[in-house]
């Protein structure tokens, strides 16, 4: 399976971004799609997941309230909404791949950068 996130952008505090993470190739591969980010000088770190099956969701404190992750089977695509953006959440946003339950995460995406300037 490849991963190709998507939808980064420089946008104002308060704006919102969709981005989408586009899967191909063998999607019967695919457990569970998350969101990681990483901003300058710092380490990635997780803002949300969602299993293929759609039943399982969760989200980094961070973002809670502010991001949905949802997908759209059909279109292999898993989204993150991301609502009233604030200048923490500047970062390079990538979507990564679990194959099953207890597995890591061993398929990235290349990252697609928001800024959010104040």
């Known amino acids: 399976v490849q991963l190709q996130a998507s939808g980064g952008g420089l946008v104002q505090a308060g704006d919102s971004l969709r981005l989408s993470c586009a899967a191909s190739g063998s999607i019967s591969g695919i457990y569970m799609v998350g969101w990681f980010r990483q901003a300058p000088g710092k380490e990635r770190e997780f803002v949300a997941t969602?299993?293929?099956?759609?039943?399982?969701?969760s989200y980094a404190d961070s973002v809670k309230g502010r991001f949905i992750i949802s997908r759209d089977n059909a279109e292999n695509t898993v989204y993150l909404q991301m609502n009233n953006l604030k200048p923490e959440d500047t970062a390079v946003y990538y979507c990564?791949?679990?194959?099953?339950?207890?597995?890591?995460?061993?398929?990235w995406g290349q990252g697609t950068l928001v800024t959010v300037s104040s």
């Open positions: 969602i299993t293929w099956s759609g039943g399982m969701i």
């Open positions: 990564a791949r679990k194959r099953r339950f207890g597995a890591s995460f061993n398929v």
